[in-house]
């Protein structure tokens, strides 16, 4: 299993960002996948998931309505949009993949990227 | 939201020594919900327990988890060179929340 993210770096606040997270190891299209970030040295926040094929989605309340999360299995690839960015926003992302591929998810995650870090910073 | 309350913020121990880490959560639930994850600096975390209580795959079994409703606790049984890390909690019933970790170091 390997998630390798990438489209992290300085943005100013206001701007938007597309980060992506390639997939490979594993049937992508069988599990649910989600964001998670962490201010250096601080602590894990977890961002956003996505269900296997797409069609469900959830976020967490800091990032609603200017975050999207999005898949395209033909591409093994994740993507969260980041529009309208705050200097809060700053942060390293992870992606992370659901433990088990169940329909509905398990919410823990057995293996994650090694991040993409993001700026939001005049 | 449940919050969860990681104790103590750091802990300084020797190889071979046992480490007892808490997670307190603001409201009971159950079991069945609650991860321990180790990071190591530079690396992503890694998945050590889930439902509390279950190894996954892969972990040494100095690595233990327990507890129930609003207390849950980790415990390496003999701390190896390797151990030295940061150790955070995650619920993930109706949210998925962490902890803020707590630092296992080199006494």
């Known amino acids: 299993v390997q998630l390798v993210e990438s489209g992290g770096g300085l943005i100013q606040p206001g701007g938007s960002l597309r980060l992506s997270c390639a997939a490979s190891g594993f049937t992508f299209n069988s599990f649910w996948m989600h964001w998670v970030r962490q201010v250096p040295g601080k602590g894990l926040v977890w961002v956003s998931r996505i269900n296997s094929d797409g069609s469900n989605t959830t976020y967490a309340g800091s990032v609603k309505g200017r975050f999207t999360i999005s898949r395209d299995n033909a591409k093994n690839t994740l993507y969260l949009q980041m529009n309208s960015l705050r200097a809060e926003d700053t942060a390293v992302y992870y992606c992370a993949r659901d433990a088990t591929p169940l329909w509905y998810g398990v919410n823990y995650f057995d293996n994650w990227g090694q991040g993409t870090l993001v700026t939001v910073s005049s | 939201e449940v919050v969860l309350t990681q104790s103590p913020g750091t802990l300084s121990l020797s190889p071979g020594e046992r480490a007892t880490l808490s997670c307190r959560a603001s409201q009971s639930f159950s079991s069945r919900y609650l991860a321990w994850y180790q990071e190591k600096l530079g690396q992503a975390p890694r998945l050590l327990i889930y439902?509390?209580?279950n190894r996954a795959t892969g972990i040494p079994d100095r690595f233990s988890g327990t507890g129930s409703g609003t207390d849950f606790t980790l415990t390496i049984s003999s701390l190896e060179p390797e151990d030295f890390a940061v150790y955070y909690c995650q619920y993930y019933g109706n949210s998925i929340t962490f902890g803020g970790g707590t630092k296992v170091e080199i006494k």
């Open positions: 439902g509390a209580s």
